[in-house]
């Protein structure tokens, strides 16, 4: 299964830490912010890291080249910041099969292989890890409303106003190329971006099966200085 990470934004939130350098550079725990993604999918089971750059790209690609841990990296480019579906789409004539998409500003404790077990298990034709935030958190993240029986996704909203759930998206997504073709369909958000929220939306709303994972482990989504110890004090209890 390959391993999709996004990684081309500049990480405004992080400055003067992304000034000259992409957020994914950000040093967390003595390694870079993307080693830390990295690792996480390569102990998930995945077989090839395809990296999405875009913001100051060549500190990446040459800190980490080829491969990470044996596993070959593919750089693709995303040559204008249009959101994360864009970034996610670029990735398609790279991937032939099931994939699981990990934002590259995310920490977690622990791996995903329980998720893309899960996944596999319930023959579903995407899956989105979630987990519960606070209500003023929902407003600023992807919010999922679920069927109470079974799991099942029904809707899909980006950074709602008036949230329909505080069950939110954690930046890890397990999908199959369908979802390109719904990506493609796509036209800008209010924000002005294409959104991977609204193509797993256009999925379900032509009746794919989408399975709602409950997160099983911590996570930090780095966005601002402060997440930096979040995030190291994760990493420190994950090695106790």
């Given at each position: 299964m390959?391993?999709?990470?996004p990684?081309?934004g500049?990480g405004?939130?992080l400055?003067?830490l992304t000034?000259?350098?992409?957020?994914?550079?950000?040093?967390?725990?003595g390694e870079?912010?993307l080693a830390?993604?990295?690792?996480?999918?390569?102990?998930?089971?995945?077989?090839e890291?395809?990296?999405?750059?875009?913001?100051?790209?060549?500190?990446?690609?040459?800190?980490?080249?080829?491969?990470?841990?044996?596993?070959?990296?593919?750089?693709?480019?995303?040559?204008?910041p249009?959101?994360?579906?864009?970034?996610?789409?670029?990735?398609?004539?790279h991937?032939d099969?099931?994939?699981?998409?990990?934002?590259?500003d995310?920490?977690?404790?622990?791996?995903?292989?329980?998720?893309?077990?899960?996944?596999?298990?319930?023959?579903?034709?995407?899956?989105?890890?979630?987990?519960?935030?606070?209500?003023?958190?929902?407003t600023?993240?992807?919010v999922v409303?679920?069927?109470?029986?079974?799991?099942?996704?029904?809707?899909?909203?980006?950074?709602p106003?008036?949230?329909?759930?505080?069950l939110?998206?954690?930046?890890c997504?397990i999908?199959t190329?369908?979802?390109?073709?719904?990506?493609?369909l796509?036209?800008?958000?209010?924000r002005?971006?294409?959104?991977?929220?609204?193509?797993?939306?256009?999925?379900?709303r032509?009746?794919?099966?989408?399975?709602?994972l409950?997160?099983?482990?911590?996570?930090?989504n780095?966005?601002?200085p402060?997440?930096?110890?979040?995030?190291?004090?994760?990493?420190?209890?994950?090695?106790?």
């Amino acid at each position: 299964m390959h391993g999709v990470v996004p990684a081309a934004g500049e990480g405004t939130r992080l400055r003067p830490l992304t000034d000259a350098q992409p957020k994914g550079m950000v040093t967390v725990a003595g390694e870079p912010l993307l080693a830390h993604v990295f690792a996480t999918l390569c102990e998930s089971g995945v077989d090839e890291l395809i990296v999405v750059v875009g913001y100051r790209k060549a500190k990446i690609i040459e800190h980490f080249g080829d491969t990470y841990r044996g596993l070959p990296i593919t750089y693709v480019h995303q040559r204008e910041p249009h959101g994360l579906g864009d970034a996610v789409l670029q990735a398609a004539p790279h991937v032939d099969g099931p994939f699981v998409v990990c934002n590259g500003d995310n920490v977690f404790e622990g791996d995903l292989a329980w998720a893309l077990e899960e996944y596999e298990q319930a023959d579903a034709d995407a899956a989105i890890v979630v987990e519960s935030v606070t209500r003023e958190t929902a407003t600023d993240t992807g919010v999922v409303t679920v069927d109470a029986d079974d799991n099942r996704v029904i809707d899909i909203i980006e950074k709602p106003a008036d949230p329909p759930s505080t069950l939110a998206t954690t930046g890890c997504y397990i999908a199959t190329p369908e979802l390109f073709d719904a990506l493609r369909l796509l036209r800008p958000s209010a924000r002005g971006e294409y959104e991977l929220a609204d193509g797993i939306g256009v999925l379900i709303r032509a009746g794919a099966d989408v399975l709602a994972l409950r997160s099983k482990h911590r996570r930090v989504n780095l966005n601002e200085p402060s997440d930096i110890d979040r995030a190291e004090a994760i990493l420190e209890t994950e090695q106790e």
